[in-house]
């Protein structure tokens, strides 16, 4: 202040140039004090604090609602949308990979208590699947009648059948666009049919066709080398 104050005053311009580089030195030393503070300070609250649990789940939860945002944008046949979406934690993550274990047992099914293992050690399970989708109108034969208007789905021994095939691709687009951002985030997951298949049993979600994509924060992924 005094040096602006100096500055303001002389009629001298050698005196006043001098005054003002006087100033912005002093302006300058000052900001880069203030700088040097708060990195100190940054790196002193950082050498305290390490990535605990809580800061996993935290991250895990904040990744798992982006994966929601991709699979709810994703494009969708004519525009209609069809697609469920829900994501389960710490409890219901349990349940589900004990359920699947029951599963498997119960119907000597191949793998259940396999991926039912790596579920129970991810930290959350993002669930997505269909419900009540309408068919396009094109008449393309691909669910395996002639006529969309002769489709009707049934409730079948996992999932419910038969779907239009191009609601099935905007699931499976959805479905991709999620885990193209979990893998974005450097989160590791796999799609599982086998946690979809439990998921719907147990009415973790409303869906006619659901999968499971469960998340897993590790040094190395837990869903290969099964």
């Not at 100096?6 to 880069?32: F, P, R």
């Amino acid at each position: 202040m005094n040096c602006i104050s100096h500055y303001l005053k002389t009629k001298n311009e050698q005196l006043k140039i001098y005054i003002l580089k006087l100033t912005i030195n002093s302006i300058g030393k000052l900001a880069n004090w203030r700088i040097r503070k708060l990195i100190q300070g940054g790196i002193k609250k950082m050498s305290n604090q390490r990535l605990s649990e809580f800061d996993i789940q935290e991250a895990i939860k904040n990744v798992a609602n982006l994966m929601g945002v991709s699979a709810r944008t994703a494009p969708k046949s004519a525009g209609k949308d069809f697609v469920v979406i829900k994501v389960i934690y710490e409890e219901e993550v349990n349940r589900l990979a004990e359920e699947m274990v029951h599963y498997g047992e119960e119907f000597s099914k191949k793998n259940f208590d396999r991926d039912g293992d790596n579920v129970k050690n991810s930290l959350a399970v993002l669930l997505i699947g269909i419900k009540d989708a309408q068919s396009l109108g094109l008449n393309c034969g691909a669910c395996g009648y002639d006529q969309c208007s002769d489709r009707i789905s049934h409730k079948k021994n996992e999932f419910d059948g038969p779907q239009c095939a191009f609601r099935l691709l905007d699931m499976g687009i959805a479905i991709g666009s999620a885990v193209k951002t979990a893998g974005i985030m450097n989160v590791d997951n796999r799609i599982m049919y086998r946690a979809g298949v439990v998921a719907k049993k147990m009415g973790l979600i409303n869906a006619d066709f659901v999968m499971g994509i469960p998340l897993s924060v590790t040094g190395k992924s837990i869903y290969f080398d099964r």
